[in-house]
């Protein structure tokens, strides 16, 4: 393993295994496919992270869907190799101990990439600072604050006890690990034998930082009460930076990496928009994410790509060819893949789905601005298309967050309106929705539904999975979709305009989208197969081809890492 990396990757959650509930949606899948991809490209990098010991909650629903949160049982050697070194960060004035898991990444071409847990966890720390490590967005602010610590000072001391001495990256996923800059100012006064922070350090620390927001609502983005911070981090700390950032009551995550990061960036076009709009005095640029194909590509569509477009993995942009793909054969995978969602379905949940049904699926984190109820708003109508135009059967799954109260009542709703059509139209809620699920009900469907509330979908990469493998979209113009929506070639708008904000009139939602499934997408579906599996070509060949983690860590580099 050579420590010759240049970029350092943090991020509060990873997503690499589903044995592994080290991520809670889809920021962790995204910090996941990124390293991936990373490793695929041989980008000279590492990541960091937490280690969470009893995760992001197992789900368990009752019958009124009312969810009960459980901690992950798990087993950490199984996953992750114990590294010698310990590093110490300093929370509310105690010394706690940290040490460090190791995973590795494999590239398509053998690189490596080391993804490292950290871990308070140890007998020297009290018994709170043992637990400080074990949920992810667990616990009070306090608890919060402390795990950013960690996080970003902890992690950039961890790097260079682990013998990382040249990185002149630091990319920091979502301002939870902003807290690095302190650490990195610290290090260049003592390079610089300074003891007070000017603008020449300030500039030093600017160069090395990069920060990727990812949240289009102000309340969305961390911040902590000012007495808090100080506890926590020391009052000298923050009084050092004091005239330099025009901080009031509160230390804000976000602002923090703004101010010290020399390119900052939104997740997709629109949200880079929407983001630069929020913080005007920065300049904000915008990459739009993607995911790892070969990760989300089903077995049978992967087989597929490889007979006839060898080398796609290692160049994803050639799946641009999948349009040749005689139609037969890609149907034929199509069906295997709803065929294995179908019956572990049945087998899971006695559920009786039929594979010749037309099968919506819709998972994702459940939370009020991406309205999951949308689809039952009016439960008779669904209804009525199931039995005049053509017979449905739908999929959900998600996880709310344990403090979400509006997400948990949506599940409860969600349940309500199951029970309600449960002698016509068949809908299955799948528990516990983890990755392994996700590639599963991605692939497995034949269209792929998603409802957020306009501007509030940073970009959502749940479609680009099922881009990968034929399955089109029906979506709010919203994220990343704005992008990728071709109305009838790559899948279907629900409202035809994106134009709007968050207070615009969003009653008309649910009846453009039960239009389209009624006038479009069923008889396409039941009545014009051909064109059905053209959408579905169209799905790979211009959506899987570019909105992928290898395009976007491209840009990254170009953008960002080497510039
Ligand atoms: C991809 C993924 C997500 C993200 O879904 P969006 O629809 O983009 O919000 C969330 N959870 C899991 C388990 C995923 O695999």
């Given at each position: 393993m050579d420590m010759d990396r240049k970029i350092a990757y943090f991020s509060m959650e990873i997503g690499l295994d589903a044995g592994m509930p080290t991520y809670s949606g889809g920021l962790g899948i995204l910090a996941g496919d990124t390293i991936r991809s990373g490793a695929d490209l041989k980008i000279p990098m590492v990541a960091v992270t937490l280690l969470y010991r009893k995760g992001y909650f197992y789900q368990r629903l009752d019958e009124q869907g009312r969810q009960s949160e459980q901690p992950v049982e798990w087993v950490v050697d199984d996953f992750l190799q114990e590294m010698p070194e310990r590093v110490t960060v300093t929370l509310e004035g105690r010394p706690v101990q940290l040490r460090v898991w190791k995973y590795s990444i494999i590239g398509t071409a053998g690189y490596e990439v080391p993804v490292y847990f950290l871990d308070a966890d140890l007998p020297e720390n009290t018994e709170r600072d043992r637990s400080l490590t074990d949920q992810l967005y667990g616990g009070d602010m306090c608890y919060r604050l402390c795990q950013e610590t960690i996080l970003g000072i902890g992690g950039v001391r961890m790097l260079r006890a682990l013998g990382y001495h040249h990185i002149d990256r630091f990319h920091m996923n979502e301002g939870h690990a902003s807290l690095l800059t302190f650490e990195l100012l610290d290090e260049q006064l003592a390079r610089t034998g300074q003891t007070k922070i000017d603008q020449s350090v300030i500039d030093t620390v600017r160069r090395m930082c990069v920060f990727t927001t990812h949240t289009p609502v102000a309340a969305g983005h961390d911040q902590f009460p000012m007495d808090l911070a100080q506890r926590v981090l020391g009052p000298e700390r923050l009084a050092s930076l004091q005239g330099i950032f025009a901080w009031d009551r509160t230390l804000n995550m976000t602002y923090l990496a703004l101010n010290l990061s020399h390119y900052v960036n939104g997740v997709a076009k629109k949200h880079g928009e929407v983001s630069q709009h929020m913080f005007s005095t920065y300049v904000i640029d915008s990459i739009t994410n993607g995911v790892h194909a070969a990760t989300w590509t089903s077995p049978g569509f992967a087989v597929l790509f490889d007979k006839y477009i060898p080398g796609w993995r290692d160049d994803?942009?050639?799946?641009?060819?999948?349009?040749?793909?005689?139609r037969a054969e890609v149907w034929q995978v199509h069906v295997l893949a709803k065929q294995r969602l179908v019956r572990y379905v049945n087998r899971e949940c006695n559920a009786g789905l039929d594979v010749d049904t037309f099968t919506i699926g819709y998972a994702r984190r459940l939370t009020p601005y991406k309205r999951p109820d949308l689809l039952f708003t009016d439960p008779e109508r669904l209804r009525r298309i199931h039995s005049q135009v053509g017979p449905i059967q739908i999929l959900y799954g998600g996880k709310s967050h344990p403090q979400d109260q509006g997400g948990k009542d949506l599940l409860a709703r969600v349940f309500e309106a199951i029970q309600g059509l449960k002698e016509q139209v068949k809908v299955v809620f799948l528990p516990n929705y983890d990755m392994d699920l996700a590639r599963m009900i991605t692939s497995g469907v034949d269209l792929w539904l998603n409802t957020p509330q306009p501007p509030l979908e940073a970009s959502g990469t749940s479609g680009m999975k099922a881009a990968l493998n034929g399955v089109p979209s029906l979506s709010m113009l919203d994220g990343w979709w704005i992008e990728g929506c071709i109305e009838d070639v790559t899948g279907w708008a629900i409202s035809p305009d994106h134009k709007t904000t968050e207070t615009a009139d969003r009653s008309m939602d649910a009846t453009y989208l039960y239009d389209k499934l009624e006038k479009v997408i069923l008889p396409m579906f039941y009545k014009d197969r051909d064109r059905f599996i053209n959408v579905m070509l169209h799905a790979i060949a211009l959506n899987g081809s570019f909105f992928n983690t290898q395009r976007m860590m491209q840009q990254y580099v170009l953008k960002a890492y080497f510039s």
């Open positions: 994803n942009f050639s799946l641009r060819y999948a349009l040749s793909i005689p």
